[in-house]
């Protein structure tokens, strides 16, 4: 064969423009917050919730009632353009109460969902990244505690505690951050044998800049999803105690108070339960979309259809 | 058998943690067991502290009762005078006991038939509006539920009663109430593992060899698909117990659940001891005898302790 000069030209500029990508290069959170926007559900949950949280802020002060005046001459009244959700047995007006209910129960699921993703974060993640003995004893103590039914435990905190505030996110905290510890542990187990932790430990990295600069960030898609999934747990647990009459104390209401008082007038003025019910159960709704979408987006081989 | 041993030994231990914890926290409370009451004399006070050891040192109290626990001897209640925690629970847990299996039934009948549906007819309008019921029976809490029942069905309509047990027009509503999101969750569950089953080899070897759909469905596809419905059973069990605190109330069901929401509201120490080392131990034995089951139904799991990873 022949060897000419003209083999070594390079190639016209047309050719080289084919072989750049036609669109943009996404970061991974890029792509999930585009896959998120497509799944509908999750987008009108998120909706939902922007919209709850404004009427929380703003919901108590447009009525012109408090949620704690009592006006004995306006009981069980129905909805009328004086009190739009109508008033309860106290004459206390059910629009107000709804919206400051929110303020509370919302304020029990993102600080349940807190408390346990800090204290179940570091669990888990010590545990899963020492290995060995510790992770042994770490886990057992949470198969232990988790094989006790955590309802009774919670009921039991809330005997003991002063109902209040306080007694609600202490109880849901202490029971509710073993699945989260679980879910760390596993993912900082399986990541911990990658290459990149292994580059980390030759430069002489400590094992605590380790945990908190390379594996945790890295675990961040599932804990983000439980985390998520947590607050509506906690607001539906929140709302079970305090319809046994242990969660908030009165006047203060959240939404199961004002389910479990709308419960003893049923018969006579359903509203006093409508209101309360339907909201409890739109935010149930609207969290466990999230979640799902959340956990489609970040992680589309995982996608579950449950 | 390591499994075996080693779970029994979690379960004791889990076990012992309840009682000692359900312990410490009854005698932390602020307020002994008879301070609700109106004040009474100080030399009955003496005198009922006498009579149920209130004034023993705790270790001696926490002793005295792990023994009599090992008998079987729950104690008696302080609020109901000759009423021990044995004979309420005796008397009031074969009620719940009732309740509760038909719910589990009902919630397993009724969730596994339309996860089936659903994943049959996957997208399409019978997939979508199980799915949507599902979602709902999801979000709904039951005592939402419950009321909802009570005002549709007693109230407005008036053609099942709204409170008591006895007859069986008393337990539909609490049945329904109950069984509600257990179903929806065994649904979804069910769908799921249907769908990916229906994907496997061995069905398409099924109906390569012209065997009938429902045959398919019932004898090769329905015992495999069945296995996380029954892992499952644990958490169904405990949901059901817990659901009837609040739905045995709403329904004023004489119930053990009930007994406990009473109980917490009348301080009253040893019934709420006791029912709560009863559940726990019950739940555990329960969940324990799943496992076990579990394991020998699916010979793929060997040990559940490779799930945790």
Redesign the interface.
């Given at each position: 064969m022949e060897i000419r000069p003209q083999m070594f030209q390079p190639l016209p500029a047309k050719r080289q423009a084919e072989e750049y990508a036609d669109h943009p290069s996404y970061s991974y959170w890029q792509d999930v917050q585009k896959r998120f926007m497509k799944h509908k559900p999750a987008m009108t949950g998120l909706i939902f919730i922007a919209f709850l949280v404004i009427m929380a802020a703003i919901g108590p002060c447009v009525s012109g009632h408090t949620y704690y005046d009592q006006d004995l001459s306006m009981v069980n009244k129905a909805p009328n353009s004086a009190y739009w959700f109508g008033t309860d047995a106290l004459g206390r007006d059910i629009f107000t109460r709804v919206w400051y209910g929110a303020r509370i129960s919302l304020l029990i699921g993102l600080a349940t969902s807190v408390i346990c993703l800090v204290i179940g974060v570091f669990y888990g993640g010590i545990s899963g990244y020492l290995g060995g003995l510790a992770d042994e004893i770490l886990?057992?103590a949470v198969?232990?505690?988790s094989?006790?039914?955590f309802?009774?435990?919670v009921?039991?905190?809330m005997?003991?505690f002063e109902p209040g505030l306080k007694a609600v996110f202490l109880a849901l905290g202490l029971v509710y951050w073993l699945n989260m510890a679980?879910i760390v542990r596993?993912q900082v187990?399986?990541l911990k044998e990658r290459e990149y932790i292994l580059a980390a430990r030759l430069l002489g990295l400590s094992k605590w800049r380790i945990l908190c600069r390379h594996l945790l960030p890295n675990t961040l898609g599932p804990i983000i999803v439980t985390a998520t999934l947590l607050v509506p747990e906690a607001i539906?647990t929140e709302?079970?105690l305090s319809?046994?009459?242990?969660g908030v104390a009165s006047p203060q209401a959240s939404w199961g108070v004002l389910?479990?008082e709308?419960?003893s007038g049923?018969?006579n003025h359903?509203w006093q339960?409508f209101f309360p019910?339907v909201l409890?159960?739109?935010t149930?709704?609207a969290f466990?979309f999230v979640g799902d979408g959340l956990r489609d987006a970040m992680d589309p081989h995982l996608r579950?259809?449950? | 058998m390591r499994y075996f041993f080693r779970r029994s030994l979690t379960i004791a231990l889990a076990l012992w943690l309840v009682v000692t914890m359900t312990f410490t926290i009854m005698h932390l409370i602020p307020g002994g067991p008879f301070a609700s009451e109106k004040k009474l004399p100080d030399v009955i006070l003496r005198n009922l502290e006498q009579r149920y050891h209130l004034n023993d040192p705790l270790y001696r109290q926490y002793g005295d009762y792990l023994i009599n626990l090992m008998r079987g001897d729950l104690g008696p209640s302080f609020k109901y005078e000759n009423r021990t925690v044995n004979s309420i629970i005796a008397e009031s847990f074969p009620v719940s006991a009732a309740l509760g299996s038909l719910a589990i039934v009902l919630s397993l009948s009724a969730g596994i038939f339309a996860g089936t549906i659903a994943a049959l007819r996957q997208n399409r309008w019978q997939d979508y509006s199980i799915m949507a019921l599902a979602t709902l029976g999801f979000s709904v809490p039951s005592f939402v539920l419950a009321g909802l029942l009570m005002y549709i069905f007693a109230y407005k309509l008036q053609v099942l009663p709204s409170a008591l047990w006895g007859t069986w027009q008393q337990a539909v509503l609490p049945t329904l109430a109950l069984a509600a999101l257990p179903t929806a969750y065994i649904a979804r569950l069910m769908r799921s593992s249907m769908l990916e089953v229906l994907q496997q080899d061995y069905i398409r070897t099924a109906r390569a060899k012209g065997l009938s759909e429902m045959y398919i469905v019932l004898r090769h596809a329905l015992p495999n698909a069945i296995l996380p419905v029954v892992t499952y059973t644990g958490p169904l069990i405990a949901a059901i117990l817990t659901g009837s605190f609040v739905v045995e109330f709403i329904f004023a069901v004489p119930g053990l659940g009930r007994w406990f929401v009473l109980s917490i509201t009348n301080r009253d120490y040893t019934v709420i001891l006791g029912v709560t080392v009863f559940y726990s131990a019950f739940l555990m034995l329960l969940n324990f005898i799943v496992d076990l089951l579990y394991m020998a139904l699916d010979p793929r799991i060997k040990s559940l302790d490779l799930k945790e990873v």
């Open positions: 886990m057992r198969e232990v505690l094989s006790i039914p309802l009774l435990y009921i039991l905190l005997v003991l679980r596993g187990l399986s539906f709302a079970f319809f046994l009459g242990l389910v479990s709308g419960m049923l018969r359903p339960l019910a409890i159960s739109l149930m709704f466990n579950q259809e449950v | -």
